[in-house]
């Protein structure tokens, strides 16, 4: 379970995340919406520790993210950031191993290889595996980063946008490895999403952000409404339901 208690993040008199105390329950997939500059991911930033928080506090299976020593974090927890830049030549498989660093620390065995593949053969990579991350496309290099956050093989998996730069059928695919990855293999996953429709038809939990703050958090049934988003994006929208999910529409 990740739990938030009046969690916190100012930068100067602006708070940009505003006493946000949440449950997130184990097993489960969570999705995160909010217009830009929401808070969302400062907020998955303080979770993580990537981000200090100004108050409150962050806890994970009861641990204060805070107080955990590193590795200990590192082997419950990993985060996909929403700019991911890797500034060094390394290559599609180097990277997709960092994920194996908090278990390994460097000295890969046969098992932490054979995570590796999997990770890349799960987001199909293989054949850029061997390229450097400047010699992939956009979406290719995003995907190179979701298999070093999956090979790093935690109860809790946050993501943040990692739907950006993926085309139509890679989108729907990243989303349902996510969904398999909380029903076949127990996992936590919590993931900023833009895209709505995806949020509806996969997550289990919505969480709308506002100002740094929680405005609405529940069942995709009770967040994927026209009042809601109204109140979240300022637009009105229409909610269709297909095929017994909440889809949302707008036109010109
Ligand atoms: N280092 C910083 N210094 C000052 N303000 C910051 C800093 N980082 C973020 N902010 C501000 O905090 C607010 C929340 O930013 P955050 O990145 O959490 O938003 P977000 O919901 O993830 O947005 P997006 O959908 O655009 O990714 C924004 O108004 C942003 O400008
Ligand atoms: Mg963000």
Redesign the pocket.
Known sequence: MIETQELT?R??E?L??DRVSLTLPKQGLTAII????????????MISRLTAASAGAALIDGLDVAKTPTDALAQRLAILR?DNAIAARVTVRDLVSFGRYPHSKGRLTADDHARIDDALAFLELEPFSDRYLDEVSGGQRQRAHIAMVLAQDTDYVLL??PLNNLDMRHARAMMSLLRRAVDERSRTVVV?L?DINFASCYADHIVA?RD?RVVAAGPPDHIVTTATLRAIYDIDVEVVTVRGYRTVHYYR
């Open positions: 993040r930068y100067g602006t940009v995340v909010g217009a830009n500059g929401a808070g969302k991911s400062t907020f998955l930033g929403q943040d946008e900023v833009h952000m740094g």
